[in-house]
């Protein structure tokens, strides 16, 4: 039977800070592992490939496979296979992006692209935001993979890929779609590839910004974790709320507690998305 419950999990600030586990983290993990829980880790990192990024928590002592990896680049490339099937794209981005592009059937051009797609790039000089804002005035569409103003890296903060957007924005006045999160496009294809409803859905982070807004909107059950950026005294500075604060994902690792008692299965609600219309007449037989 299929579990009545599965998670959606950030990686940074929840899983890890810089290149260090957060206590518990392992050990909740592979609690989901061996209980056959569904999750899937989510990440508005763009640079990485979904295997990448699941070598890096491998290395970290978590032992995952690439299907257990969402990345926005997917979510952003599979968006735009459906969009505008087998595309074309002018790309500011790293590895991550463009491959994720190309398995979806788009190349990756400098002329007349239908879209200018932008993710994280550490590489970005003026002659290529020059040659984007070229084709974004001769027609080409912006898409932004995230809306990150910045990136934490291990020498300090460099400008994220909402940064570059918004250079792009205000030198051709055209807006931005973007696809990571709180983007209701991403985490319903993240809960599609589970397999799950949208009341079985729990997403689990450390930002309200982008974690908490987006369980919000799509109307899963959300874990605020404070082992990242964010306290609880700056909860008072939201109109929303979590369903749970917790210090971290290390009191969901203890086994002497059934995570159904802490998530109790709930009533099927009208706003549920049955994946086929056998599984629907079933659920309201």
């Known amino acids: ?123 970005i000089t003026l002659e290529m935001l020059e040659h984007a804002v070229d084709l974004i005035l001769g027609g080409a569409k912006l898409i932004g993979t995230n809306l990150d103003p910045n990136c934490p890296t291990q020498s300090g903060t460099r400008p994220g890929c909402g940064a570059t957007l918004a250079y792009l924005e205000t030198a051709t006045g055209k807006k931005a779609f973007t696809l990571g999160k709180p983007s209701p496009v991403m985490l319903r294809i993240a809960r ?8 079985q859905t ?13 369980a919000v909107q799509m109307g899963y059950r959300s874990v605020l974790v404070l082992s990242g950026g964010t306290r ?13 604060v917790l210090d971290s994902v290390a009191e969901l690792s203890d086994r002497t507690r059934d995570l159904e008692e802490i998530f109790p299965a709930p009533i099927l609600r009208a706003d549920d998305t049955p994946h086929d219309l056998q599984e629907w007449i079933a659920a309201h037989a």
Do not use: W
């Open 1 to 123: 039977m299929r579990s009545p419950l599965g998670f959606l999990v950030d990686m940074d600030g929840v899983i890890y800070r810089g290149s260090e586990l957060i206590p518990g983290a392992k050990q909740f993990i592979e609690r989901l592992l061996e209980e056959q829980i569904p999750f899937l880790f989510l990440t508005n990192n763009s640079q990485r490939t979904r295997r990448d990024v699941a070598i890096k928590l491998v290395r970290m002592g978590i032992d995952v496979d690439e299907h257990h990896v969402f990345t926005c680049a997917m979510a952003t490339a599979r968006f735009l296979a459906r969009q505008k099937p087998h595309g074309t794209a002018y790309v500011i981005g790293e590895g991550g992006l463009l491959q994720a592009l190309h398995e979806n059937g788009y190349a990756v051009v400098d002329r007349s692209p239908d879209y200018v797609v932008v993710g994280e790039a550490r590489t």
């Open 192 to 199: 599609k590839e589970l397999g799950l409803t949208t009341s």
């Open 202 to 214: 729990i997403m689990i982070g450390d930002t309200m910004e982008t974690d908490i807004l987006g």
């Open 232 to 244: 609880r005294s700056d909860l008072r500075n939201f109109a929303y709320c979590p369903g749970l």
